[in-house]
């Protein structure tokens, strides 16, 4: 009895990996984000993690820059039966990328500067938590301006010779001025008139933990609590706070864990 039944468990373990009984859209890569599609009703959980469920079955999962190389999605139907998706994730490689010549102070902060930073961290933190019942991270994402990347996801940043933590968004050169639209809709949930790495700044929540930001910009077109639709203006490019030239820096997030816009996007249009 005891041989065969060790005989079973083995058979099991060599069993080739469960397929996915669930549907997930996106890449699975890191910094990549996957729309899911359970049965109306069901119980998600990404990693043993609960994560919010549209009324129609849809859900989020998202991938940061070092994410590990498997998760594991499972669905509890209303009706009791586990669903389960094994998700392998590609592992990318990064850029370094050396910016010299940026003022002292900025890249080493005075303490007045660090009691700033921590003060616009905590205003971008309240807004990365928030989980709200919007499916506006459906609408297939556009590029908010178009023009030269300058900065891509995940880069390695040395300023003026020191190690920084990792680029976190896509950066875009363009003309001073050049207007910034919403690449998806969404309720603005941040205007902020000047913070200190990130000047003038806008975020966008498009609902379940999925949020946006624009920052460096020159003028704010948007008023906290707007509705904005997928197109529609919500600032210009600038340099303000820490920027060497004008461009936008564009970061998304799911919760506090950034993806690279690119993916939701495609290659710049010309
Ligand atoms: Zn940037």
Not at 118 to 133: E, P, S, W, Y
Request: net charge positive; proline share 8%; aromatic share 6%.
């Amino acid at each position: 009895m005891r041989p065969l039944l060790l005989g079973l468990v083995f058979s099991f373990l060599a069993m080739p990996a469960l397929a996915c009984q669930l549907t997930l859209q996106g890449p699975a890569k890191q910094g990549g984000l996957l729309i899911g599609s359970a049965p109306a009703g069901a119980k998600v959980s990404v990693d043993g993690r609960a994560v919010r469920v549209a009324p129609d079955g849809r859900f989020l999962v998202g991938f940061g820059r070092d994410a590990k190389v498997k998760t594991k999605v499972l669905a509890l139907t209303s009706d009791g039966h586990t669903l389960a998706c094994p998700v392998v994730i590609a592992k990318r490689t990064y850029q370094v990328q050396r910016i010299d010549g940026l003022p002292k102070r900025q890249v080493t902060p005075d303490p007045v500067a660090i009691a700033r930073i921590k003060k616009d961290n905590a205003a971008i933190g309240r807004v990365r938590r928030l989980d709200t019942a919007s499916t506006d991270f459906a609408a297939p994402f556009i590029w908010p301006v178009k023009g030269r990347i300058s900065g891509i996801f995940g880069s390695q940043r040395i300023l003026n010779g020191k190690p920084r933590s990792p680029h976190n968004g896509v950066d875009i050169a363009a003309p001073k001025g050049t207007p910034i639209v919403a690449p998806a809709p969404g309720v603005v949930a941040l205007v902020h008139p000047d913070m200190f790495y990130t000047g003038k700044s806008v975020m966008l929540d498009h609902g379940h933990g999925l949020s946006s930001v624009y920052v460096h910009m020159s003028d704010i077109s948007v008023k906290q609590g707007q509705r904005v639709a997928k197109g529609e203006m919500i600032g210009k490019v600038g340099k303000t706070g820490r920027a060497t030239g004008p461009h936008l820096h564009w970061g998304v997030s799911l919760f506090a864990t950034h993806l690279d816009p690119m993916l939701l996007t495609g290659k710049m249009p010309k």
